[in-house]
């Protein structure tokens, strides 16, 4: 139990679909992260937050949205995903993006499968 | 790109030590070297990380070398809990995208009975 916690942790989607995955973090943390990992790929940073602000896209498609309401939630909204998106994705909390070095927390993580 | 080189895969005797290597000998001044590991299908743990000196907690040390361009990561008492891909990474300490954790492949630890 690393106090980030992921919803859902497994989800099935089609291409027309609409979802969004959610991560809450328990440990006091201001910035927040959005990870992908594929199959037999490295992690790849998708989005940074700090303090609510995004500071951060990693030159992610326009499918994939970000939201940060407040320091502890963070939320990634999905429509018209594409086979190709089906991975792993976590998120991560660290107590400040902007000064360190702080160590990052992981959740979970949630399987997506877009069929 | 990662900027540290890993050994693929490495097994280890439960009991024994887990010596994991990692080289990164184009290290800046400022950045630190910090290891994670993945345990399969879970999010990364973070382990430790250090800047110049030698480091130890309870789950493991950390050996820097003088000229900081090679590290070693030491679990004492490895056990089957301890199979892992394990990430050496990194980075300044401070953010924006030279703060970020780039993740390379690592080192697939396997701890055998």
Known sequence: ??????????????????????????LGHNAMYWYKQSAKKPLELMFVYNFKEQTENNSVPSRFSPECPNSSHLFLHLHTLQPEDSALYLCASSQDEGRGPYEQYFGPGTRLTVT | DAK?????????????AANLPCNHSTISGNEYVYWYRQIHSQGPQYIIHGLKNNETNEMASLIITEDRKS???????????????????????????????????????????
């Open chain 1, 1 to 26: 139990e690393t106090g980030v916690t992921q919803t859902p942790r497994h989800l099935v989607m089609g291409m027309t679909n609409k979802k969004s995955l959610k991560c809450e973090q328990h």
């Open chain 2, 4 to 16: 540290t080189t890993q050994p693929p895969s490495m097994d280890c005797a439960e009991g024994r």
């Open chain 2, 71 to 113: 590290s070693t990561l030491i679990l004492p008492h490895a056990t089957l809990r301890d199979t892992a891909v394990y990430y050496c990474i990194v980075r300044v300490g401070w953010g924006g995208s030279q703060g970020n954790l780039i993740f390379g492949k690592g080192t697939k630890l396997s701890v055998k009975p």
